[in-house]
T-cell receptor
């Protein structure tokens, strides 16, 4: 079956920098996308989602961009803080339940 | 706090033991899920229940047996497990069980099979 993947397994940034986490998806029929954050010892926590009729959606300090032409999804975190250190997953939804990517570890240095 | 509670948080069991994982959601959702999370692998869907009916079973070995007595509770009964079953088991819920809605996860049960 088709899968969701991530370009970078680990991303290290300095506190205050902007972070960008990327995700490639291959199922062109997917029309719902979602980002989760997972801190050590906790379950995944919803960050933001976007439907395919949108290219961009903003939340608090986070922005998700969707490029359907190249099947690419990104999560931008503004003014990254040490508390943002976690694993970030993207997932896609289409006809069945969500399919998850492997995750990217974000490390934020003070 | 996501409204999804899992117990126990940690479990160590031998291959001949029988144990159960419990999940409870306080969100009024109609769908509940079991996922397996292994190191360096994507979340793997195991079971989906919608309105207490099992709607999806992703070819999970029979040594894992789910039970959904009502829309708020979900169990995963374990017996004769293998060491490769050691993983974090996550429960989740969603409003309706569709493919285009967000899941609310519990904190998981970290299972170690000796």
């Amino acid at each position: 079956g088709e899968s969701v993947g991530l370009h970078l397994p680990t991303l290290s940034v300095q506190e205050g920098d902007n972070s960008i986490i990327n995700c490639a998806y291959s199922n062109s029929a997917s029309d719902y996308f979602i980002w989760y954050k997972q801190e050590s010892g906790k379950g995944p926590q919803f960050i933001i989602d976007i439907r395919s009729n949108m290219d961009k959606r903003q939340g608090q300090r986070v922005t998700v961009l969707l490029n359907k032409t190249v099947k690419h999804l990104s999560l931008q975190i503004a003014a990254t803080q040490p508390g943002d250190s976690a694993v970030y997953f993207c997932a896609e939804g289409g006809y069945s339940t969500l399919t998850f990517g492997k995750g990217t570890m974000l490390l934020v240095s003070p | 706090e996501t409204g999804v509670t899992q117990t126990p948080r940690h479990l160590v069991m031998g291959m001949t033991n029988k144990k159960s994982l419990k999940c409870e959601q306080h969100l009024g959702h109609n769908a509940m899920y079991w996922y397996k999370q292994s190191a360096k692998k994507p979340l793997e869907l195991m079971f989906v229940y919608s309105l207490e009916e099992r709607v999806e079973n992703n070819s999970v070995p029979s040594r894992f047996s789910p039970e959904c007595p009502n829309s708020s509770h979900l169990f995963l009964h374990l017996h004769t497990l293998q060491p490769e079953d050691s993983a974090l088991y996550l429960c989740a819920s969603s409003p309706r069980g569709g493919a285009k809605e967000k899941l609310f996860f519990g904190s998981g049960t970290q299972l170690s099979v000796l």
